[in-house]
């Protein structure tokens, strides 16, 4: 398997533009994760899914961010207006069981720098 | 409050020599404990993954220990390589939320 792809890999954007990262999942994983990583703040979780189905999106910061999963192997992230406190990476990630149990596999990540 | 902290925040090393890097958490409940290989500009590497009765546990040259009565755990590095330079982020399972530590930045120089 390819493991989990993530596109872009980097997405440079003026303040009030519309960002939307990609995500596929490792094939026949329920679970998909957004997580974002600064210095500051280290990996936070954004939101979840299972089974396609938004399950805890308490890491969403504001209504800016907007994330689904149309189908098992897709999943957005979007951003809109961006700002440039939004600059970090954006990691996904996909797991066989729950988050808590089983092995999560990362993404490479996509690297945001908002202007 | 459910926190990870990681010690130390930085390391250099020299090639060849061996390193302990430290994880303590105040997680509860607990389910198991997790090490992850972060190398610059890439995603988190699973190295180990210890559940509440696993008090070791080893991955080529990565031992990681587990004393889930002090809530301590600790990642040993044998024999470093310059591929080991990376971040080293312990992350503990508290149900199905996983709590990161902030990471210890290893260096290792020839």
């Known amino acids: 398997d390819a493991g989990v792809i993530q596109s872009p890999r980097h997405e440079v954007t003026e303040m009030g533009q519309e960002v939307t990262l990609r995500c596929k999942p490792i094939s026949g994983h329920d679970y998909l994760f957004w997580y974002r990583q600064t210095m500051m703040r280290g990996l936070e979780l954004l939101i979840y899914f299972n089974n396609n189905v938004p399950i805890d999106d308490s890491g969403m910061p504001e209504d800016r961010f907007s994330a689904k999963m149309p189908n098992a192997s897709f999943s957005t992230l979007k951003i809109q207006p961006s700002e440039p406190r939004d600059s970090a990476v954006y990691f996904c990630?996909?797991?066989?069981w729950g988050g808590g149990t089983g092995e999560l596999f990362f993404g490479e990540g996509s690297r945001l720098t908002v202007l | 409050k459910n926190q990870v902290e990681q010690s130390p925040q930085s390391l250099i090393i020299l090639e060849g020599k061996n390193c302990t890097l430290q994880c303590n958490y105040t997680v509860s409940p607990f389910s198991n404990l997790r090490w992850y290989k972060q190398d610059t500009g890439r995603g988190p590497v699973s190295l180990t993954i210890m559940t509440f009765s696993e008090n070791t546990k080893s991955n080529g040259r990565y031992t990681a220990t587990l004393d889930a009565d002090t809530k301590q755990s600790s990642l040993h590095i044998t024999a470093s390589q310059l591929s080991d330079s990376a971040s080293y982020i312990c992350?503990?399972?508290?149900?199905?939320?996983?709590?990161f530590g902030a990471g210890t930045i290893l260096r290792v120089k020839s």
């Open positions: 990630a996909s797991s066989f």
């Open positions: 992350v503990v399972s508290r149900g199905n939320k996983l709590v």
